[in-house]
């Protein structure tokens, strides 16, 4: 299975980190931008409760696709499925603590914990397991995105697509990529967070008005204009 995970996540690898990750990034983008008449865009993005998301059914497949042991699939989808759970709020004791009881939805244990309503969960992974990080890995281990002009860097559920461009031909196939990636968000039921989601478009030979109107005809066609800001040398184009 090994050697059918994406190159270019850096997260839950030996020897691999977030900072190599960056640095694979930065390099890869100055080494473009060595060339006359090129430029780079990126799109930074980040998920809306990413690991809460996951389908236990469709990590399933997609497990079993890597060749994953079809035993530790099951024990896996066991393991996400129908899961308990309570919040609790501890409060100082008053008086005599006698048996359990419970009024309208919560209920007193005997340690004084009071607890809600059990509630079973299907979706997701839980919140503070170790293994819920690398479930989501493989999770989205299928959508990859390693081209001469396009490239998907992962680590953990952030995501930045980076294009190496120098024409609007490139740029199309740029955008194009981009409402493919939202289509699989969808299919798989993971929502962007809007908030944190930004264009980044290093281009000394473009004003930031240019760039705005480059970038108004492509972003009406797409969802892609929920993004809140375009970065441009430094300078937030709100």
């Known amino acids: 299975m090994v050697d059918r995970l994406d190159p270019l996540q ?5 020897c691999r980190g977030v900072s190599d990750a960056t640095l694979a990034l930065s390099n890869a983008i100055l080494q473009h931008l060595d060339t006359s008449g090129t430029y780079v865009r ?9 690991f809460n998301t996951v389908q236990p059914h469709l990590l399933e497949k997609r497990l079993l696709d890597l060749d994953v042991n079809t035993g530790l699939v099951l024990w ?20 005599t603590v006698g ?27 839980p919140k503070g397991c170790v293994l819920s990080p690398i479930l989501f890995s493989l999770y989205t281990n299928e959508i ?65 008005e240019e760039m705005v109107q480059l970038l108004s005809p492509h972003q009406s066609k797409s969802r892609d204009n929920r993004c809140r800001g375009l970065l441009c040398l430094g300078t937030l184009v709100q």
């Open 99 to 125: 048996s359990s009881s419970s009024s309208e939805g919560v209920n007193l244990s005997v340690d004084g914990m009071i607890l809600s309503d059990e509630q079973i969960l299907n979706t997701g992974t």
């Open 42 to 50: 990126v799109l930074f993005m980040d998920f809306s409760s990413a």
């Open 144 to 208: 990859t995105i390693n081209s001469a002009i396009l490239k998907l860097v992962k680590y953990a559920d952030d995501m930045a697509l980076v294009g190496y461009l120098k024409d609007e031909q490139s740029l199309s196939q740029y955008l194009a990529c981009v409402g493919k990636l939202e289509e699989w968000f969808d299919r798989s039921f993971l929502e962007l967070n809007v908030e944190k989601k930004r264009w980044r478009w290093p281009l000394e030979e473009h004003t930031k």
């Open 10 to 14: 850096f997260a839950y690898k030996p």
């Open 76 to 95: 896996i989808r066991s393991f996400l499925k129908d899961r308990p759970q309570r919040v609790g709020l501890r409060v100082p004791p008053t008086g």
